[in-house]
């Protein structure tokens, strides 16, 4: 697993600030990104064709993600290894996937109610379920620096992590096939 941070890169001792020269630095805020491959156990791997069924049914039948037991190893795998890693606990807000089709480009989206934070998400998950040259932009402003953006592949069995305050889109950039992406949605505790 990577970690990306967007913005100013930084250097800090102790309790996140630097000393030295009599300049004392404070980080106040900081966007990461989390990204990488699910690498389950030999016999525990995710079930793909599960998770795009799941998604096909969930999506024509507009009916609320089923809970399945290949979900269910991915959501733990990805919580407890942020936790381990990082040492923040992510709950569950929202699950639900999405269908592209060849060509297809997705409207900005963004998973927040700006007139809801309270309630709304803190970080969005986004999982490659069977993706070929699917692409993600996520927007993100650096200061006064406004309108920056991150464009990262997804591919099969990767997830990527990010603040569900930042703006985001999503490409299928090829003709033959539909790509199916898993978005999970997390509450920071």
């Known amino acids: 697993m990577r970690i990306i941070s967007l913005g100013i890169s930084k250097q800090f001792l102790g309790d996140n600030f630097f000393m030295g020269g009599g300049i004392n630095k404070n980080i106040l805020s900081e966007q990461s990104l989390y990204f990488g491959n699910v690498s389950m ?10 998770l795009s069924g799941d998604i096909l049914q969930s999506t024509f039948t507009d009916s609320e993600f089923p809970f399945s037991r290949t979900l269910d190893m991915l959501n733990t795998y990805i919580r407890e290894h942020i936790n381990c890693d990082y040492g923040f606990a992510l709950i569950n807000k929202q699950i639900f996937g999405d269908i592209y089709k060849p060509n297809q480009q997705s409207t900005p989206l963004l998973n927040i109610d700006p007139v809801d934070l309270r309630n709304s998400p803190d970080y969005t998950c986004l999982y490659g379920v069977k993706v070929n040259n699917c692409f993600v932009r996520i927007h993100y402003d650096d200061n006064r620096r406004k309108g920056r953006s991150w464009d990262i592949e997804l591919k099969d069995n990767m997830f990527i992590i990010f603040p569900s305050t930042n703006m985001y889109s999503i490409t299928n950039k090829q003709k033959n096939s539909l790509n199916f992406v898993q978005t999970i949605t997390y509450e920071y505790i």
């Open 41 to 50: 156990p030999k016999g525990f791997e995710i079930d793909a064709d599960k």
